[in-house]
């Protein structure tokens, strides 16, 4: 059993967790992920590993679906039954020279750790955090503590600058050297917004999130097609050199089960409202 | 034979085979012609006493034929229900040149469950020697030396990445011919005798490298997990599986139960199997449980199938089609699978296996019309641990290099079951498992 040690709404259905897991926030670096598993019935969904606090480890989601919104009504000393990790390839830190960390929505969770490494190794980083409106921006102060530069967008301007990241992260490339970039965020963001590193030839990183079983290598779930070659995300990955990366075979992968999600989130608000229990009240 | 019908099986993922009765077993038990040079025993990868604990059993002493049999076995209710006893100690059998061999399988299967249900003794366990022993993953391999190196006393920790421990028994092999209480029982009998198991830890990830060579002797049993796929178009479509993935979302994480487990996994009316081991048996009967129409594709001939008999011959009660001779060349669909398109292959010279090699015949391309297609065409061994180990000597498909004790090239780490051998089977990972806790447990005496 894994203890949640704080549960806090951070925005609008984006839930900040500190789980208790010595195995897991002993050994993660930037870049890497752990699964989680509510409870007996519950599926397993990885989540990428966000800060370390001692044998802490926090993550952060959005309410998207059954097993999120159920994770979203567990409350601080609640336990789960089981956390694995940390899973994945850690980012590839080293000595860049400029780097930027660009997140999107939720994604901007998984930046503040890789700015952290970027930094302690000796490399000068530029934040670029965007989201739809000024309320659902997170994690601005931490990032405003860590990197060297921070700029915000919001779709609707009601923050920062008035577009999207892509957009600034254009105007950074036009006038600077910069030597290596992360995107972290929905498929679709990371799609465009790497495109937009391209005829810069930088080095681009993306964090994929396809849908994965046991995040150990073994089923094959999580394959992605980089440069042409089917990789594992969970072992390979998950970040991968974005120009390489076949985001449509992505996006189409990740919606094989769109009619179940559907039904099971359902079935999940049905009960929240009767009972209040969760999904797995009723047995 | 016990076996429920098909007809009510294939609506349920029960145990399929009912197992003997005690007067069957008493039975089946006195044809056995006590052989003074038994031949049973060398078919045996770990050399049972066969004819003894049957003996016990033609007398009713079922207690004292458990005990036999787990002299060698710590998993004889596993090993019961999967070894391919036709290529082993019943193919040998001497009864089997004129009418059927004795059932030993059956027989031994049948102790075990007598024993589990009448409350099972343990072994005697050895005074603790305050030695450390690390053993990863947590599958046949991995329960067996632990169980032995336990015994001998010392402090032995199963490291397993999962949720559940029992490697392959428990996420791959199915539940109507694999019970999971079984599985479990078996597992608790070794946590009893003192090991303990840690799961949720995937070595080389949550216990580094490091940590874990630090240990007085490290068991390596991480299986051969990884899927392999053909490489042909249209693999990554939605609706295309590993088995692997296929089986641990209904066998570890209950997707036929979805939506009371939160696990999906896709239904499909017409489903194609590609295989023709245990592995793609289990796939083909599972699609079926879900309610499809299942095609098994198998590139050579029926007879060339590795599968064991009982699957075969149980899968096709079950209405599995089998098309032999054919295989997959590419997988059609624009946002799903829609079709398998395949060739005709015709059996020429036989090739180094004993099997005749299959070549395509032109012009015998044909499409099946399916919405799932699940490859169940082999794994490799898991290269996660082993390729974060430093000077750990490896083998050309990826297995760890064993000496005969199971000694790997680093002098305190031991490996065995399907990470040394490749994937084989339960009892030769055993096997392998039972030699390497030897070699341990002599190498922790000398010290
Ligand atoms: C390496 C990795 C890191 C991730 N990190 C984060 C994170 O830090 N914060 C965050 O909010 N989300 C993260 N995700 C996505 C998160 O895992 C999914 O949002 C979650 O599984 C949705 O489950 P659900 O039941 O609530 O929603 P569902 O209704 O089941 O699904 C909603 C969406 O989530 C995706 N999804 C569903 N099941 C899985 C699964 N088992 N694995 C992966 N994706 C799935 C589907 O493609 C679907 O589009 C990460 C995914 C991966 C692979
Ligand atoms: C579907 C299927 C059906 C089969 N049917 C039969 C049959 O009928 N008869 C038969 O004899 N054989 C059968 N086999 C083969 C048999 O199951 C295997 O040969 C046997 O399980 C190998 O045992 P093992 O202990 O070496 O590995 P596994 O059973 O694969 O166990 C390895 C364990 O190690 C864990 N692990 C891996 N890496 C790490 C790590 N880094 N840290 C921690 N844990 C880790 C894995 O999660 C797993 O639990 C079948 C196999 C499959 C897949
Ligand atoms: S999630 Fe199973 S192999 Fe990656």
């Not at chain 1, 370390?52 to 998207?64: I, K, N, S, Y």
């Not at chain 1, 990366?245 to 999940?268: G, H, N």
């Not at chain 2, 692997?244 to 994480?253: A, K, P």
């Amino acid at each position: 059993m894994y203890t949640i040690n704080t549960a806090t709404e951070i925005a609008d259905k984006i839930f900040e967790f500190w789980i208790d897991a010595p195995q897991v926030a002993r050994n993660a670096r930037a870049g890497q992920f752990l699964i989680l598993r509510i409870d007996e019935k519950g599926e397993r969904v990885p989540l990428t590993i966000s800060a370390v606090d001692g044998d802490a480890v926090r993550v952060v989601f959005m309410a998207v679906g059954k097993t999120t919104e159920h994770l979203a009504t567990l409350q601080a000393g609640d336990t789960l039954a089981d956390v694995v990790g940390p899973l994945g390839k850690p980012s590839e830190i080293r000595e860049y020279g400029t780097c930027c960390l660009v997140g999107g929505g939720a994604g901007i969770a998984c930046t503040p750790i890789i700015a952290r490494e970027l930094k302690a190794a000796g490399n000068h980083v530029i934040g670029i955090i965007g989201s739809r409106n000024a309320d659902l921006l997170i994690l601005e102060d931490e990032m405003r503590e860590v990197c060297d530069e921070l700029f915000i967008t919001t779709d609707d301007g009601s923050k920062g600058f008035h577009g999207y990241a892509a957009d600034v992260l254009k105007r950074e490339l036009d006038h600077r050297t910069i030597d290596a970039v992360w995107i972290i965020g929905p498929a679709i963001m990371m799609k465009v917004t790497s495109a937009a590193t391209l005829p810069y030839g930088v080095k681009t990183f993306v964090s994929l999130n396809p849908i994965m079983v046991d995040g150990t290598g073994m089923c094959g779930s999580c394959r992605v097609t980089v440069g042409g070659e089917t990789k594992f995300a969970c072992v390979d990955g998950p970040e991968f050199d974005a120009h390489q990366v076949d985001f449509a075979e992505l996006m189409q992968r990740q919606r094989i089960y769109t009619d179940q999600e559907k039904l099971a989130a359902e079935k999940f608000a049905e009960h929240v409202c009767r009972c209040g229990e969760g999904g797995h009240c009723h047995e | 034979m016990s076996d429920r019908p098909a007809a009510t099986r294939v609506h349920d993922f029960a145990e399929v085979d009912q197992g003997l009765t005690a007067e069957e077993a008493i039975a089946e038990a006195a044809r056995c012609l006590q052989c003074k040079k038994p031949l049973c025993v060398g078919g045996c990868p770990v050399c049972i006493d066969i004819p003894a604990f049957i003996a016990e059993v033609a007398e009713g002493n079922f207690a004292e034929a458990a005990r036999l049999v787990k002299e060698q076995n710590m998993l004889p209710a596993i090993c019961g229900r999967v070894c391919p006893q036709e290529t082993q100690c019943e193919g040998v059998c001497i009864l089997g040149k004129k009418e059927t061999p004795i059932r030993i399988g059956a027989l031994e299967r049948f102790v075990a469950d007598w024993e589990r249900e009448s409350g099972a003794t343990l072994p005697e366990v050895a005074a603790p020697t305050g030695r450390r022993v690390a053993v990863v993953g947590s599958g046949p391999a991995g329960i067996t030396a632990a169980a032995d190196l336990a015994r001998a006393g010392h402090a032995v920790t199963v490291y397993e990445s999962l949720h559940e421990a029992g490697g392959v028994l428990t996420y791959g092999i199915p539940s109507f011919r694999m019970p999971k209480d079984v599985v479990k029982a078996e597992i608790e009998q070794v946590v009893r005798m003192g090991a303990e198991i840690k799961k949720n830890y995937l070595v080389g990830r949550s216990l580094p490298a490091e940590e874990l060579l630090a240990y007085d002797a490290v068991f390596l049993a991480t299986g051969a997990g990884l899927p392999s796929f053909m490489g042909i178009p249209g693999e990554n479509l939605p609706g295309v599986y590993s088995a692997n993935e296929f089986l641990t979302r209904v066998n570890l994480m209950h997707a036929e139960k979805f939506p009371a487990f939160d696990t999906p996994v896709k239904h499909a009316a017409r489903v194609a199997v590609i295989g023709g081991g245990n592995v793609a048996m289990d796939a083909a009967r599972v699609a079926r449980r879900l309610g499809a129409k299942v095609f098994l594709i198998y590139r050579r001939r029926e007879e060339d199938m590795p599968a064991r008999l009982a699957e075969v011959h149980h899968a096709k009660e079950e209405g599995i089609e089998f098309l032999t001779c054919t295989n997959p060349v590419g997988i059609i669909g624009d946002a799903a699978v829609t079709g398998l398109e395949c060739v005709k292959m015709s059996m020429c010279s036989l090739d180094a296996s004993g099997r005749p090699s299959p070549e395509p015949e032109t012009g015998s391309e044909f499409t099946l019309d399916v919405d799932m297609v699940i490859q169940a065409i082999g794994t490799s061994p898991n290269p996660l641990l082993v390729s974060l180990i430093p000077g750990l000597e490896r083998g050309r498909k990826g297995n760890v290099v064993v000496d005969e004790d199971g000694r790997t090239s680093i002098p305190h780490v031991f490996a065995g079951g399907d990470i040394a051998t490749g994937a084989a089977t339960v009892i030769e990972a055993m096997g392998s498992a039972k030699k390497a806790a030897a070699g341990i447990n002599r190498m922790l005496r000398e010290a």
